[in-house]
């Protein structure tokens, strides 16, 4: 064989090749042809024809509808003594009947202004020298100063309940068994000098 017969081999060989690999360009370009055209066909038939559907119409998934049902509301919030959480005012938490307090007896107009929180109905407290006192939301008996003591609304500054003396204290007991017993000893002595004016009268008459 000569160099020159060698030479054309080899170049048909290389172009043999080459024309392989064309084909097999040409093979995957058809194929991406293929898969855009279809990819057009989608967007011009599919996507191109979706309704504009309304934010209120939109399906949400069951997992967005799960997580919305736990999302608080604001009217699924729990009141504190019947007001709503989202008043953004400060919150009071009432208190139920308190246990015993004592009241000094020159700090006894404070039962008639009380402050925050007010006295509920069955609280109890004792005064100094007058007893154990109970509070009675009623308004029936006459403020005295010593039984009773009508207390005022914080807000309105209207009547709205009373403390009661229920149980009196030896201190209070015992002024009144004095005032008593000293009524009693008047009475004695004006009965002895009415007896004694009348037993003057009687003699001085027989």
Not at 199 to 202: I, S, V, W
């Given at each position: 064989m000569s160099l020159e017969t060698?030479?054309?081999d080899a170049a048909a060989l290389a172009a043999t090749n080459q024309t392989i690999a064309a084909n097999d360009l040409k093979d995957a370009i058809d194929i991406l042809v293929?898969?855009?055209a279809a990819t057009k066909t989608t967007v011009d038939d599919d996507l191109n024809n979706v309704n504009n559907t309304s934010d209120a119409d939109k399906i949400i998934s069951d997992d967005v509808a799960a997580a919305l049902a736990l999302a608080v509301q604001t009217s699924n919030l729990a009141t504190v003594n019947g007001l709503p959480l989202n008043t953004g005012l400060a919150l009071l938490i009432a208190s139920s009947p308190t246990s015993l307090t004592s009241e000094l007896y020159d700090n006894r107009n404070d039962l008639r202004n009380p402050v925050i929180p007010q006295p509920i109905a069955g609280d109890a407290l004792i005064l100094q020298y007058l007893g154990l006192f109970q509070f009675y939301t009623s308004t029936d008996e006459p403020d005295d100063d010593e039984?009773?003591?009508t207390a005022n609304d914080v807000d309105t500054g209207l009547p709205y309940g009373?403390?009661?003396l229920r149980v009196p204290s030896y201190e209070w007991t015992e002024a009144h068994e004095k005032i008593e017993f000293r009524a009693l000893e008047e009475w004695r002595d004006d009965m002895d000098e009415s007896m004694k004016l009348l037993?003057?009268?009687?003699n001085a008459h027989h």
């Open positions: 060698d030479a054309l293929t898969a855009y039984t009773c003591f009373q403390w009661l037993l003057a009268d009687y």
